[in-house]
Antibody, heavy 128, light 107 residues
């Protein structure tokens, strides 16, 4: 059974940093692209970013709203995905979800780059 | 960025009703369109990918259609467990973008 479990959320002051983790089980993490998606309280879903798999050199993509402040990384040996968040503002307050991208291996065309599994999310609150 | 516009933003329906939600992309996205269901306090659940293909385990009362810029999600016979918020999402290009959501409420 595929399982994704986020952790690391909490209360942080504006300007602070936080690192979220996503523990993966039930599949081979190294095969898959992985994404972070967030949801501000009472709002819709917002894509944060993506990290490709090892076969695609673990390259990353980010939303403009977080580029230069957030960094996605992975440690496949620990079956874990990370989101390092720096220079946090109140606008970053949200539940953060990790999500698995369906395709695996070296070839991941757009037609197969859809989400199939989601974690339960972890709440990040940025407030003084 | 590709803008995704869902309509309506909310709707009231009765158990047994047929419900249709629309999603429009600001530019063509082929069939790279997914639908998600989210209940309060829970993670999104993947329903449909490729505009019309059901994710594993999703009941056939859910169906999707469309290509290019216009898409629909249909629930053939609404059941109590289907009351939730539904989101469309394009995965044609970065940044990935979601529609604003459609809240399906009990009439």
């Amino acid at each position: 059974e595929v399982r994704l479990v986020e952790s690391g959320g909490g209360l942080v002051q504006p300007g602070g940093s936080l690192r979220l983790s996503c523990a993966a089980s039930g599949f081979t993490l190294s095969d898959h692209y992985m994404d972070w998606v967030r949801q501000a309280p009472g709002k819709g879903l917002e894509w944060v970013g993506r990290i490709r798999n090892k076969a695609n050199s673990d390259t990353t993509e980010y939303a403009a709203s977080v580029k230069g402040r957030f960094t996605i990384s992975r440690d496949d040996s620990k079956n874990s995905l990370y989101l390092q968040m720096n220079s946090l503002t109140t606008e970053d307050t949200a539940v953060y979800f990790c999500a698995r991208v369906y395709c695996s291996g070296s070839n991941c065309p757009w037609g197969k780059a859809y989400f199939d599994y989601w974690g339960q999310g972890t709440l990040v609150t940025v407030s003084s | 960025d590709i803008q995704m516009t869902q309509s309506p933003s909310s709707l009231s329906a009765s158990v047994g009703d047929r419900v249709t939600i629309t999603c429009r992309a600001s530019q063509g996205i082929s069939n790279y369109l997914a639908w998600f269901q989210q209940k309060p306090g829970a993670a999104p659940k993947s329903l449909i990918y490729g505009a019309s293909s059901l994710q594993s385990g999703v009941p056939s009362k859910f169906s999707g259609s469309g290509s290019g810029t216009d898409f629909t999600l249909t629930i053939s016979s609404l059941q109590p467990e289907d009351f939730a918020t539904y989101y469309c999402q394009q995965y044609n290009s970065y940044p990935l973008t979601f529609g604003g959501g459609t809240k399906v409420e009990i009439k």
